[in-house]
């Protein structure tokens, strides 16, 4: 059989600044890892006003494992992540989705735990910030009513500082393409769906 093909799902707005640090790190963290998996990296310009795109360009002519798509404006975050899984699962034909932001708060280092999770079984895997300290007030104030307001109004549980950072197989990714919402809450979307989750602490 051949290896499993893992896409890192990037949205991306106003990130020219951050696309190379992102790439050598991730790439560095496959390069080290004990056990084989192929990747590829799915970047969505989110219809940024700065060179975001065009550093995307660049960096795909370089390395055969990067892919960008660009929107005609700005849709979004969980526009731009629903484009990316769904370009990963129906063009890449992906076996799994690992979602991670360019600014480098979802450090790449915790993706070989995230494999782990998936070789297991679990067919989410979420990534959960250890701690918020580093917030200011007003975020964290955010944070906390964000949270008691989907416990209160949504049937789904998720765990509190759960993040957008997750990795989601592919029978999971083809059920929430399914989903035509528009107004998007992309991993309760994902929750929602009931599979068996796994947690990654960072």
């Keep these: 059989m051949t290896h499993p093909l893992l896409c890192i799902v990037v949205p991306c707005y106003k990130e020219k600044d951050n696309i190379?640090?992102?790439?050598?790190r991730t790439e560095k963290v496959f390069q080290d890892m004990k056990f084989p998996v192929r990747y590829a990296f799915v970047l969505v310009d989110d219809g940024s006003p700065d060179a975001t795109?065009?550093?995307?360009?660049?960096?795909a002519a370089k390395r055969d494992s990067v892919f960008g798509l660009r929107f005609s404006r700005n849709f979004g975050k969980e526009q731009a992540m629903t484009a990316g899984v769904a370009y990963?699962?129906?063009t890449l034909k992906a076996d799994a989705i690992l979602c991670i932001d360019a600014d480098l708060q979802h450090p790449p280092e915790y993706i070989p735990q995230f494999?782990?999770?998936?070789?297991?079984?679990d067919a989410v895997v979420v990534g959960v910030k250890?701690?918020?300290a580093n917030l200011s007030l007003l975020k964290s104030l955010g944070s906390w009513?964000?949270?008691w307001l989907m416990q209160l109004f949504s049937e789904v549980e998720i765990l509190k500082n759960?993040?957008?950072y997750r990795l989601l197989d592919k029978k999971v990714a083809k059920i929430v393409l399914r989903m035509r919402?528009?107004?998007?809450?992309?991993?309760?979307l994902v929750d929602w769906t009931g599979f068996r989750r796994g947690y990654v602490f960072f």
Excluded at 20 to 24: C, H, P, V
Excluded at 181 to 188: D, K, N, V
């Design 145 to 147: 009513a964000f949270g």
């Design 88 to 90: 990963a699962i129906q």
């Design 53 to 59: 795109f065009t550093v995307i360009e660049e960096e």
């Design 20 to 24: 190379n640090a992102l790439l050598n």
């Design 181 to 188: 919402e528009h107004s998007r809450l992309f991993r309760g």
């Design 115 to 121: 494999i782990r999770h998936w070789q297991a079984g």
């Design 130 to 132: 250890n701690a918020t």
């Design 162 to 164: 759960s993040t957008d």
